[in-house]
């Protein structure tokens, strides 16, 4: 046995496995610099194609939420406006008891269709309810409101 053989053996080992390593970078290196395979760039292509269609789906969902709540606070006003005249209404009510069975005695009295749409107005009521209680549409109590606003102010 020769000193030198087992140096000679384990220089012939380092250098194969040096061989090995630089074959083994040397193929990982040509796989980063390869670019994707068809697969992956399809995948690719229909990830960013379902991202595109899921930002847009959420924009709109955002826009149909927005006009919703839009809708809903001009409700919650329109019910504000319509409970403060309600409770006018009731307040008038309670403190014109007597006046209003005058008035409802005069409307009853009058007969004139005419002058029963019109103070039935001047009452407070709505010119649908005034169209439900004498028959009239809601157009014809705004022409006979109109006419009689005339009659009064060249009077």
Same mark, same amino acid.
């Given at each position: 046995?020769?000193?030198?053989?087992?140096?000679?053996?384990?220089?012939?080992?380092?250098?194969?496995?040096?061989?090995?390593?630089?074959?083994?970078?040397?193929?990982?290196?040509?796989?980063?610099?390869?670019?994707?395979?068809?697969?992956?760039?399809?995948?690719?292509?229909?990830?960013?194609?379902?991202?595109?269609?899921?930002?847009?789906?959420?924009?709109?969902?955002?826009? &149909?939420? *927005?006009?919703?709540?839009?809708?809903?606070? @001009? !409700?919650? #006003?329109?019910? $504000? =406006?319509?409970?403060?005249?309600?409770?006018?209404?009731?307040?008038?009510?309670?403190?014109?008891?007597?006046?209003?069975?005058?008035?409802?005695?005069?409307?009853?009295?009058?007969?004139?269709?005419?002058?029963?749409?019109?103070?039935?107005?001047?009452?407070?009521?709505?010119?649908?309810? &005034?169209? *439900?209680?004498?028959?009239?549409?809601?157009? @014809? !109590?705004? #022409?006979?409101? $109109? =006419?009689?606003?005339?009659?009064?102010?060249?009077?």
């Amino acid at each position: 046995m020769d000193i030198f053989s087992p140096v000679i053996l384990q220089l012939i080992i380092d250098l194969v496995l040096l061989l090995a390593v630089i074959f083994l970078l040397w193929r990982v290196n040509t796989n980063l610099k390869n670019p994707l395979n068809q697969s992956h760039k399809e995948m690719i292509n229909d990830f960013k194609t379902v991202m595109a269609e899921s930002q847009a789906s959420s924009d709109r969902f955002l826009e &149909a939420l *927005e006009k919703s709540r839009l809708a809903l606070k @001009e !409700i919650a #006003l329109e019910l $504000d =406006l319509k409970e403060k005249r309600v409770k006018a209404l009731l307040e008038k009510n309670g403190e014109n008891e007597a006046s209003d069975e005058k008035k409802l005695s005069l409307v009853s009295n009058v007969d004139d269709k005419y002058a029963r749409v019109a103070e039935m107005i001047k009452g407070g009521c709505s010119q649908a309810q &005034a169209a *439900e209680a004498t028959g009239f549409t809601e157009a @014809e !109590i705004g #022409l006979i409101i $109109d =006419l009689y606003r005339t009659k009064n102010e060249t009077s």
